[in-house]
């Protein structure tokens, strides 16, 4: 049976769930509707701020200083993002699927400096191997 106070904790864990589900969706719907690109990184970077915040809290004990440690935490990844990939594919005249050509480009980056490390490192231990 149901209590009051189970159901006023799940009001309440439902209103703050479904608050922070409508200011994810408010800010998918505000970058598509701005430059018609489907924009996914809300999700990450949301996803981010609630780790910093959740380790932040596990420092410091205080809910208020974890809040405002993932918000800052979230701007200075926002600005580090921007610095690094966005100028720099920001003038190569990107098509109507700008957003999804920069996250093919920074992926094929990623990629190949990926096999190039695996190359680097399959190389010396051949080298490692043959000197025994």
Known sequence: MITWPNFVS????????????ALI?????????TLGVLNL????????????????FQMTGSYVIAVVA?????????GLMELVVIRRFRFD???SIGMINLKG???GKL?????????NEKTNSERTSGSR
């Open 10 to 21: 799940q009001l309440f864990n439902g209103l703050a769930s479904g608050a922070l589900l």
């Open 111 to 119: 990629k190949d400096q990926m096999s190039v490390d695996l190359e």
């Open 41 to 56: 990184a809300h999700g990450a970077m949301f996803m981010l701020g609630g780790y910093a915040g959740y380790v932040a």
């Open 25 to 33: 969706s408010s800010g998918l719907t505000i970058i598509y509707g």
């Open 93 to 95: 005249r990107m098509p």
């Open 70 to 78: 993932g918000a800052l935490f979230l701007v200075v990844v926002g």
């Open 105 to 107: 480009k920074v992926a």
